[in-house]
């Protein structure tokens, strides 16, 4: 498996910015389609953005289309989430997920096999 480690979470105020960034590190060939998710406090895990090998971002949760930007650098087997406009309801810790190859994203927690630990990301004044 891959081992997935988030970093750049932390507090921020409303409309402010952060990128939150994802570490890969062990069996590479898993780290292929790879996914944003967040968990709010009480509520289910649910995707936020997916990005295949080619760097084509096929998804986007529709409350943070255009303000979330997802990329990725292979060379440095790093992921990131550029989150803008930030809003108090995208208070969550935020995961990376990684997967073996597919021709598609998937949104599925249940499709990802590897999972980071988390970081935390809160929208407030």
């Known amino acids: 498996q891959v081992q997935l480690v988030e970093s750049g979470g932390g507090l921020v105020q409303p409309g402010g910015s952060l990128r939150v960034s994802c570490a890969a590190s062990?069996?590479?060939?898993?780290?292929?389609?790879i996914g944003w998710f967040r968990q709010a406090p009480g509520k289910e895990r649910e995707g936020v953005s997916c990005?295949?090998?080619?760097?084509?971002?096929?998804y986007y949760l529709d409350s943070v289309k255009g303000r979330f930007n997802m990329s990725r650098d292979n060379a440095k087997n790093m992921v990131y989430l550029q989150m803008n406009s930030l809003l108090p309801e995208d208070t969550a810790v935020y995961y990376c997920a990684a997967r073996r190859p597919l021709l598609t994203c998937v949104t599925d927690p249940a499709d990802f096999g590897s999972w980071g630990q988390g970081t935390q990301v809160t929208v407030s004044s």
């Open positions: 990005i295949l090998n080619n760097h084509t971002v096929t």
């Open positions: 062990g069996y590479l060939p898993d780290f292929h389609v």
